[in-house]
């Protein structure tokens, strides 16, 4: 496959990697978005076998670090981004930590500093050994994850590394890990932007052998998952502790450039194939993505520019199960309804989800508030839920949100055990328990007649697609529900006024009217 970045020089990168890859440094550095070079066209980035079941994995202490093992299998193997036609394989994955949760990551991002820092450290196959390849200049690819300890509940799949940290707090000692033990990097390395560059390794002997691959977006893990590896002593005697094992920013000197590449990739190209069968819509829907190029949400929705299609109708599951535990929270920015269930949870179409959760927007007064406009007006509320899910169809759309427009109408019951609770949240950063509602309550379920289309969110600088439902059924709400909505305070303690996001333009992207049904002039129906 021609690499266009070795062949050309890319007026988004004015470099080639030949020359790139000379151009290495002292790890760690410190990064920031507006210092990198953007670039749009490197093959995807791809993760093979890291999160599979099978074989042996073992987590061990060396005094230094927690290092993670794979024996017994294939080893896991890293392709394309910026590392060429090369393969890399797994050798090992450690982290890097301090005494306490401001600092303890090796790289820094826009002058902040997580807890933790992973290494994902892999070599080049064409040589024979990691030992062989630690000193070629194309030898070793690194990806690194920051880690950022917070007041949340701790991360389940992080989990697997720390119940197996608090078993090698012995020098030189080490333990077996579930297999499957790395998920907890999954969705992260599924995010299409990360930066690269040439650098070196940050313990000794410091070769400059290392292309560094950094996710910017930190996974969210607890304190006490951080502070499990404080626990781990660093000498036989036990006297001492590992508390920091951290290299300090390297600044490069000043004769050598330092190129740091913003990298974004996007599958290749295929020729739009036409759609003879209903159960093949849903694939093709989800390789718009990879081939249109995708722009940020809201838009305005206009029924007569959207392409009908027709396609198998939604599934919806467990959808009038009452949660175990379930709260609102006042974020400084709007209202999150978030909610825990027991083993079995709601989810659309298959696969389960790792998490879900309503949220609301809201404007200054009733003639303004939805993100997403109909026809050119904005409805007062919109609801947004959020489903999480590992993998649904392709890994691009693991996040997807599904939106119900709520417009202005007699009293909601259900959105009133909201709206009575929120008195107790008016205040930022402040949560309440509530009496666990089935999501049936809020969110009526829609399986044919609605908006579809892709939109980009950036969060931080991650770039995430998201696959955008816009449901054509509103749901009713009185005014003076959405006044008590008004009525919560920000982050600066003012009453939270309006909290939607400007309508973006559609450019030339197709938004799809999914199995229509009833009035073909107006985009929104009437209330039920
Ligand atoms: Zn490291
Ligand atoms: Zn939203």
Same mark, same amino acid.
């Given at each position: 496959m021609p690499n266009t970045f070795l062949s050309t020089v890319e007026e988004d990168a004015h470099i080639t990697v030949p020359e790139w890859r000379l151009h290495k440094v002292q790890s760690p550095i410190a990064l920031k978005h507006d210092e990198t070079n953007h670039y749009d066209h490197f093959d995807p980035l791809e993760f093979h076998g890291h999160w599979d079941q099978g074989g042996d994995a073992t987590l061990s202490n060396n005094g230094f670090t927690a290092t993670l093992r794979f024996q017994n299998r294939e080893l896991p193997v890293l392709v394309g981004g910026p590392l060429h036609e090369d393969q890399y394989v797994f050798e090992q994955l450690h982290f890097h930590w301090s005494d306490d949760d401001h600092s303890g990551c090796e790289h820094i991002f826009e002058g902040q500093a997580y807890s933790m820092e992973a290494h994902a450290v892999h070599y080049n196959k064409k040589y024979a050994s990691f030992q062989e390849a630690a000193d070629k200049h194309d030898g070793l690819a690194v990806v690194a994850f920051f880690l950022k300890a917070t007041d949340d509940d701790e991360h389940p799949c992080f989990n697997k590394m720390t119940e197996a940290v608090k078993k090698i707090v012995k020098i030189n000692s080490s333990t077996s890990v579930p297999s499957d033990c790395l998920t907890w990097i999954k969705e992260e390395a599924q995010c299409k932007g990360y930066y690269t560059y040439q650098g070196s390794l940050t313990t000794e002997p410091y070769t400059e052998s290392v292309t560094w691959i950094i996710y910017p977006t930190p996974i969210h893990v607890s304190r006490q998952q951080v502070s499990?590896?404080? +626990?781990?002593? +660093?000498t036989s005697c036990e006297q001492h502790n590992i508390i920091n094992n951290v290299r300090p920013i390297q600044m490069p000197p000043a004769h050598k450039k330092l190129d740091i590449i913003y990298a974004r990739s996007h599958r290749k190209n295929e020729n739009k194939s036409e759609v003879e069968n209903i159960e093949d819509v849903p694939r093709w829907i989800q390789s718009l993505a990879d081939r249109e190029p995708v722009h940020e949400s809201p838009i305005n929705i206009n029924i007569s520019t959207s392409t009908e299609i027709e396609m198998p109708p939604l599934a919806w599951h467990n959808h009038d199960l009452p949660p175990k535990k379930m709260k609102i929270t006042n974020t400084g920015y709007t209202l999150i309804l978030s909610a825990k269930w027991h083993q079995e949870r709601p989810y659309i179409s298959e696969g389960p989800l790792l998490g879900n959760y309503l949220h609301f927007h809201w404007g200054r007064n009733d003639a303004e508030g939805s993100e997403h406009t109909i026809d050119g007006v904005r409805y007062p509320i919109e609801m947004h839920v959020v489903l999480f899910k590992a993998n649904y169809l392709t890994q691009e759309a693991a996040l997807k949100e599904k939106d119900g427009i709520v417009v202005l109408s007699g009293k909601n019951p259900a959105f009133q055990i909201l709206i009575e609770n929120i008195v107790s949240v008016q205040k930022p950063h402040t949560s309440m328990k509530l009496n666990p509602i089935p999501l049936s309550y809020l969110v009526k379920k829609f399986e044919r007649d609605y908006f579809l289309y892709w939109g980009s969110v950036t969060t931080t600088v991650c770039l995430h697609y998201i696959l955008w439902l816009v449901s054509r059924e509103p749901i009713g709400v009185a005014p003076e529900q959405v006044d008590e909505l008004r009525s919560m305070l920000d982050a600066n303690e003012e009453p939270l006024q309006g909290n939607f996001r400007e309508v973006q333009p559609l450019n030339d992207r197709h938004v799809f009217h999914v199995c229509p049904s009833g009035s073909k002039y107006a985009t929104l129906l009437a209330l039920p």
């Open positions: 499990e590896f404080r +626990s781990m002593k +660093s």
